[in-house]
Antibody, heavy 117, light 107 residues
Framework: QVQLVQSGAEVKKPGSSVKVSCKAS????????INWVRQAPGQGLEWMGR????????NYAQKFRGRVTITADKSTSTAYMELSSLRSEDTAVYYC??????????WGKGTTVTVSS | DIQMTQSPSSLSASVGDRVTITCRAS??????LAWHQQKPGKAPNLLLY???SLESGVPSRFSGSGSGTDYTLTISSLQPEDFATYYC?????????FGQGTKVEIK
């Protein structure tokens, strides 16, 4: 059974960037997409974008376009999400999640990103 | 973007109760709907997909129904481990969107 192992917590200054990794353990991405979903403290779930390995391309939610870059390295079965121009509102738990048709069936445990001066 | 609206936003129930949560999409989504359960401090966990298909390993007390724009998650007999927040998610068209969540609390 594939597990998604995410990198550790980050503390960043406003205006900087953060890059979070997500490694598929016990398998590969295969034909699944890797999605990134974030959750601000006490808030709901928000989809940021996804990487489609078979097309080697990403697509993003309009809200994050221009600030987020999602990539993947098939050789290591690792996906990355980089968010730039960080502001305090970006403080959240960032999850990666595998999806086939579109529903997310395997989730990483989450990476806490704190943006603070 | 497709807006997903859940109701209620929270509810209190007792062990053994039947619980129903509804999710309405701003346009038809052709059963492209999933339900996720999230416990405090944990990642979400997939319960159902395609509106009514139970994910492997999920107890049969969870069921889903609906069509078009209106969908329902039912827990037939609430268990202590079911106290959590539940989210619907549409995957009919990107951006995938979630409902705001329904928190199920102990009465």
């Amino acid at each position: 059974q594939v597990q998604l192992v995410q990198s550790g917590a980050e503390v960043k200054k406003p205006g900087s960037s953060v890059k979070v990794s997500c490694k598929a353990s016990g398998g590969t991405f295969g034909s699944y997409t890797i999605n990134w979903v974030r959750q601000a403290p006490g808030q709901g779930l928000e989809w940021m974008g996804r990487f489609i390995p078979v097309l080697e391309m990403a697509n993003y939610a309009q809200k994050f376009r221009g600030r987020v870059t999602i990539t993947a390295d098939k050789s290591t079965s690792t996906a990355y999400m980089e968010l730039s121009s960080l502001r305090s509102e970006d403080t959240a738990v960032y999850y990666c999640a595998r999806a086939g048709v579109g529903y997310m069936d395997v989730w990483g445990k989450g990476t806490t990103v704190t943006v603070s001066s | 973007d497709i807006q997903m609206t859940q109701s209620p936003s929270s509810l209190s129930a007792s062990v053994g109760d039947r619980v129903t949560i509804t999710c309405r999409a701003s346009q038809g989504i052709s059963n492209s709907l999933a339900w996720h359960q999230q416990k405090p401090g944990k990642a979400p966990n997939l319960l159902l997909y395609a509106a009514s298909s139970l994910e492997s390993g999920v107890p049969s007390r969870f069921s889903g129904s609906g069509s078009g724009t209106d969908y329902t998650l039912t827990i037939s007999s609430l268990q202590p481990e079911d106290f959590a927040t539940y989210y619907c998610q549409q995957y009919y068209s990107t951006p995938w969107t979630f409902g705001q969540g329904t928190k199920v609390e102990i009465k």
